[in-house]
Antibody
């Protein structure tokens, strides 16, 4: 079964750090670009970052540039999001999603992990 | 805030049809393919439409997509109670250093 499972969410104080992980299974992870998408409570979807298949290119939404770092380990079939200098507005459910390049779309999503930034 | 604008809500009776618009610009919808996602309450988004009008395997043909210029539309026919969800359009935006943008989201209510 094709699956993405996120972990690493939790409660963190403003200015703190957190590392999210996304474990992929059921497909050849190294063939796909991967993204992180977040959703603040009661709000819409916001794309956060993506990374190419070999990790050579990474892109970020302006609001997280310089604070978040996306990475991957193809040997471990895993995607990561290192989040530093966290702010209250980063509070959200974070989803990892598989990109289908020929579709320009996200066809597989994880169940999400909640990140709460609060003192 | 999102650069793709959708109506906050649409509603119709079971069996009827609804359409959801998604308005953008030449840097996003005008020059890129549009996808549509369904998010049922408390769940992760699910891909409904890709490449403007194509359906992934398993998506019923009650769901359809179209694009014209800088706008896109999702149609749902034969509305069912299980279609009550939030719907989002999405596409790449080439003016913002290759970022993906989602629409503001539309809540579909089955009356």
């Amino acid at each position: 079964e094709v699956q993405l499972v996120e972990s690493g969410g939790g409660l963190v104080q403003p200015g703190g750090s957190l590392r999210l992980s996304c474990a992929a299974s059921g497909f050849t992870f190294s063939y796909y670009c991967m993204s992180w998408v977040r959703q603040a409570p009661g709000k819409g979807l916001e794309w956060v970052a993506n990374i190419k298949q070999d990790g050579s290119e990474k892109y970020y939404v302006d609001s997280v540039k310089g604070r978040f770092t996306i990475s991957r380990d193809n040997a471990k079939n895993s995607l990561y999001l290192q989040m530093n200098s966290l702010r209250a507005e980063d509070t959200a459910v974070y989803y990892c999603a598989r990109e289908v390049p020929t579709w320009d779309a996200f066809d597989i999503w994880g169940q999400g992990t909640m990140v709460t930034v609060s003192s | 805030q999102s650069v793709l604008t959708q109506p906050p809500s649409v509603s119709a009776a079971p069996g009827q049809k609804v359409t959801i618009s998604c308005s953008g610009s030449s840097s996003n919808i005008g020059n890129n393919y549009v996808s549509w996602y369904q998010q049922l309450p408390g769940t992760a988004p699910k891909l409904l439409i890709y490449d403007n009008n194509k359906r992934p395997s398993g998506i019923p043909d009650r769901f359809s997509g179209s694009k014209s210029g800088t706008s896109a539309t999702l149609g749902i026919t034969g509305l069912q109670t299980g279609d009550e969800a939030d719907y989002y359009c999405g596409t790449w935006d080439s003016s913002l250093s290759a970022v993906y943008v989602f629409g503001t989201g539309t809540k579909v209510t089955v009356l």
